[in-house]
T-cell receptor
Framework: EDQVTQSPEALRLQEGESSSLNCSYT??????LFWYRQDPGKGPEFLFT???AGEEKEKERLKATLTKKESFLHITAPKPEDSATYLC???????FGTGTRLTIIP | DSGVTQTPKHLITATGQRVTLRCSPR?????VYWYQQSLDQGLQFLIQ???????AKGNILERFSAQQFPDLHSELNLSSLELGDSALYFC?????????????FGQGTRLTVV
């Protein structure tokens, strides 16, 4: 059974303080790993798909990377508007992790 | 705007009642997923349809059922409602059903059972 574990559960950063979020997965034959952003009470917003180890994708202050066992979402010089819960997911049923709740303090 | 439309946005109903949630996928998308998200809980996969056929089933209760119609919209039916069914219900759609296909979410239906 697919498993996705995200860490940390919550992260508070000062504005401009860079950090990384982790997504560890256990799947038989990864065909795609997905990152989403979710604001409170809203639907998840698609960010990235990563297909193979070594792949990287960037969007504004976010960069997602993938290895054979985990993915990282790096956030560089974050701003308060980057505050949200970040979710990763794998495979056809989109098995989600419980997310990392990121808070950026002005 | 993801292009996925869910109605209604809010629903308040009493225990024991039955409700229907509706989802219109993005134009061209054939696959629809339903998720439940309770307060401070993760997204729990309920069920997936692809081009009208059930494709995958998650932890969906027997009191819940869904279907996808020929025009590709989907409905999630919840019956004999209990207080614990209060949650956000999300629909997502994708072009295909494959492992490498990203899905786009609607804004959800907030169900409150009183």
């Amino acid at each position: 059974e697919d498993q996705v574990t995200q860490s940390p559960e919550a992260l508070r950063l000062q504005e401009g303080e860079s950090s990384s979020l982790n997504c560890s997965y256990t799947v038989s034959g990864l065909r795609g790993l997905f990152w989403y952003r979710q604001d409170p009470g809203k639907g998840p917003e698609f960010l990235f798909t990563l297909y193979s180890a070594g792949e990287e994708k960037e969007k504004e202050r976010l960069k997602a990377t993938l290895t054979k066992k985990e993915s990282f979402l790096h956030i560089t010089a974050p701003k308060p508007e980057d505050s949200a819960t970040y979710l990763c997911a794998v495979r056809e049923k989109l098995t989600f992790g419980t997310g990392t709740r990121l808070t950026i303090i002005p | 705007d993801s292009g996925v439309t869910q109605t209604p946005k809010h629903l308040i109903t009493a225990t024991g009642q039955r409700v229907t949630l509706r989802c219109s996928p993005r134009s061209g998308d054939l696959s629809v997923y339903w998720y439940q998200q309770s307060l401070d809980q993760g997204l729990q996969f309920l069920i997936q349809y692809y081009n009208g056929e059930e494709r995958a089933k998650g932890n969906i209760l027997e009191r819940f059922s869904a279907q996808q119609f020929p025009d590709l919209h989907s409905e999630l039916n919840l019956s004999s409602l209990e207080l614990g069914d209060s949650a956000l219900y999300f629909c997502a759609s994708s072009v295909a059903s494959g492992h490498n296909t990203e899905a786009f979410f609607g804004q959800g239906t907030r169900l409150t059972v009183v």
